[in-house]
């Protein structure tokens, strides 16, 4: 094959992004759903994977709770072709989650290449769609480390708050020792600021420290803390569905032109 036919094949590969954070309730989850439903808006392919018990991101984008997930796909007892669903953006696609998951990391951990299930059903894929998304849970166990292990990038969403660095640097230990023996090529993609709250110094603080420990990989668009990000799930749409004209929205429309022209 031509150096044009390998560089033709490999433009046509997706990318995969993990949003991780072992730290509950910064924004991770309405990231990984507003991100992927602007980046579907402006044309683009995107999968979102979740891959969190809890099933939040499926809630988000409206799943049918009554199909099988990506559980039901690792585990081996569906093709992944019938757990796919779609959603109200035409180009926005879902394999969603179900408390069966949560079973998953005892089930696996006595399996041989148990880090690497979720790899070995998203690798296919790459070819069919720009992006895939995975949400992973906030805890760094064997689901965690299997969204890692797929992944070209992680974004970790950062909230501008107290504690928010509190914890990073195990994260980061967690990617490197992943990179390490399990992902060579897998790469900080980028830290999103979160529920930014610019009449506290406390939030311009965090911002710096955020600046100053990851540099250019924090994401220059900040979203900020706003009611309708928190409102969107429980009536089972994205952002951009439900308050497009919302601060909430503008910045994660902003932050997916970010995330395109960087990727």
Not at 5 to 11: F, Q, V
Not at 18 to 47: E, R
Not at 236 to 248: A, F, V, W
């Amino acid at each position: 094959m031509t150096t044009a036919g390998c560089s033709a094949i490999l433009a046509a590969m997706g990318t995969i992004i993990v949003f991780a954070n072992q730290k509950g309730g910064v924004g991770k989850t309405t990231t990984a759903a507003s991100l992927g439903a602007f980046i579907a808006q402006k044309g683009k392919k995107v999968l979102l994977v979740d891959f969190d018990p809890q099933g939040n991101l499926s809630s988000t984008v409206g799943a049918d709770p009554a199909k099988p997930g990506i559980y039901e796909v690792i585990t081996g007892k569906v093709a992944v072709e019938a757990a796919i669903q779609n959603t109200s953006e035409p180009t926005l696609q879902l394999l969603a989650s179900n408390i069966h998951l949560s079973g998953a990391a005892v089930e696996l951990i006595s399996v041989p290449e148990r880090e690497f299930y979720l790899k070995k059903v998203l690798e296919p894929l790459k070819s069919r769609y720009d992006f895939i998304f995975i949400d992973s849970p906030p805890s760094l166990d064997l689901i965690t480390i299997n969204g890692l292990t797929a992944a070209d990038k992680v974004f970790i969403p950062l909230q501008c708050e107290y504690f928010a660095m509190e914890g990073l640097s195990q994260l980061v230990k967690t990617i490197q020792a992943v990179q390490k023996s399990l992902n060579k090529s897998l790469e900080i993609g980028g830290i999103i600021l979160t529920m930014y709250d610019s009449r506290t110094n406390l939030a311009q603080d965090v911002a710096k420290e955020a600046v100053k420990y990851f540099k250019d990989k924090v994401f220059r668009t900040i979203i900020p803390r706003n009611v309708h990000l928190g409102e969107a799930p429980s009536h089972g749409l994205t952002i951009n569905k439900y308050r497009p004209t919302s601060p909430g929205a503008k910045a994660y429309e902003k932050l997916a032109e970010e995330v395109l022209h960087r990727v």
